[in-house]
């Protein structure tokens, strides 16, 4: 079973919908120091997957607030 199918099988037995989004960022150990990011190379990786994640993310939090508001 492909991690992605772990995913899917742990988040539908949470009867909660999920949204998976095509973003993947790869780091080591190396590129932190103390918890904190090291790697001046993972920032704008990091920056480019919030930045493709936000616009889906704002959605979903404005169905949620007017879900919440009706």
Not at 3 to 30: C, F, N, W
Not at 34 to 63: C, D, K
Request: hydrophobic share 40%; glycine share 2%.
């Amino acid at each position: 079973m492909s991690k992605k199918h772990k995913i899917m099988a742990v988040s539908g037995s949470l009867q909660r919908p999920s949204r998976t989004l095509p973003i993947d960022v790869y780091a080591s150990e190396s590129d932190f120091d103390r918890y904190e990011i090291a790697s001046e190379a993972l920032r704008p990786r990091i920056a480019l997957s919030v930045e493709r994640a936000t616009p889906q993310l704002r959605a979903r939090a404005e169905n949620v607030t007017a879900a919440l508001a009706a």
